[in-house]
């Protein structure tokens, strides 16, 4: 069975320009996590998702930051205007039903 | 405000030795604690997890000791190997809530297993 994956694996960038990262769950996996992990720290949620349904994104700075979940199946998570502060690894995770999370191999991003 | 702290920072041990790695919470609504694993330029994955109905969870190597009242919890690996050399995340969410599928991570403990 694939596991989640995630693209692109790295990204480098200009402050003001914007990126997009995309990640495809585990095949069946009803519900979507993106979340933020600054170098050294733990994982931080920025939004999930049920199907295509927004369940959370409290966490999610609106201003710049967007995620789409259209079919219920892939996300894409949208940096407009990145900061260098928004330096951190992005990581996609997917569950069935709010159990077991599972990781992908993150986007790490670097903004100048 | 930190909900769920881990310590230490980092830990170095020598090969077959036991690591212990700790965790506490704040908030009492958590019932459900999973340790993850990382490795450098990958994502975290579930090494253990435990209920709060429950107060010991072993799996191989692997062990959590969980004290309800204290709201504290560690993570022992015994026989320590230098692939277990990794960063270590303990986590919490509150089953019973409508946000069971949110996880709180702590700041994680470095691990280094020495030959």
């Known amino acids: 069975e694939a596991g989640v994956t995630q693209s692109p694996r790295y990204a480098v960038l200009q402050e003001g320009q914007a990126v997009s990262f995309w990640c495809d769950p585990i095949?069946?996996?009803?519900?979507l996590y993106w979340y933020q992990q600054p170098r050294d720290q733990g994982p931080q949620l920025l939004v999930y998702?049920?199907?295509?349904?927004?369940?959370?994104n409290s966490q999610l700075p609106s201003d710049r930051f967007s995620a789409v979940r259209p079919k219920g199946t892939n996300s894409t998570l949208k940096i407009q205007s990145a900061k260098q502060g928004d330096t951190a690894t992005y990581l996609c995770?997917?569950?069935?039903?709010?159990?077991?999370?599972?990781f992908g191999p993150g986007t790490r991003l670097t903004v100048l | 405000q930190q909900q769920v702290r881990q310590s230490p920072q980092s830990l170095t041990v020598w090969e077959g030795e036991t690591a212990i790695l700790n965790c506490s919470y704040e908030?009492?609504?958590?019932?459900?604690f999973p340790w993850y694993q990382q490795f450098p330029g990958e994502g975290p994955a579930l090494l253990i997890a435990?209920?709060?109905?429950?107060d010991k969870k072993e799996d191989g190597r692997f062990t959590i000791f969980f004290n309800k009242r204290e709201k504290k919890l560690s993570l022992h690996i015994t026989d320590s190997q230098p692939g277990d050399s990794a960063t270590y995340f303990c986590?919490?969410?509150?089953?019973?809530?409508?946000?069971?599928?949110?996880?709180?991570f702590g700041q994680g403990t470095s691990l280094s297993v020495v030959p």
């Open positions: 995770a997917s569950s069935f039903e709010g159990a077991e999370q599972f």
């Open positions: 095949s069946g996996h009803d519900t």
């Open positions: 998702f049920r199907d295509e349904a927004v369940i959370d």
């Open positions: 908030n009492s609504a958590f019932d459900y």
């Open positions: 435990i209920r709060s109905v429950s």
């Open positions: 986590a919490a969410s509150a089953i019973a809530s409508s946000s069971f599928s949110k996880l709180v």
